[in-house]
């Protein structure tokens, strides 16, 4: 009988090691995609000074 209680103790705690990693690489993955769409809208306003400083620069 005991011997059935640590396998089921050992299956719970696995389980849940388990959830905890699944929950991190979620996260990171968020994490990332909202990193790239930072740095997507830095380039995008970058982009978007070009034609300002070269009409100052003609100006």
Do not use: C
Request: aromatic share 6%.
């Amino acid at each position: 009988m005991s011997g059935i209680l640590i396998l089921i103790g050992l299956i719970v705690v696995l389980a849940v090691f388990i959830i905890g990693i699944y929950n991190r690489i979620v996260a990171l993955s968020q994490r990332t995609e909202q990193a790239f769409a930072d740095v997507d809208v830095q380039l995008k306003q970058r982009h978007d000074l070009i034609p300002n400083l070269v009409e100052t620069v003609k100006g």
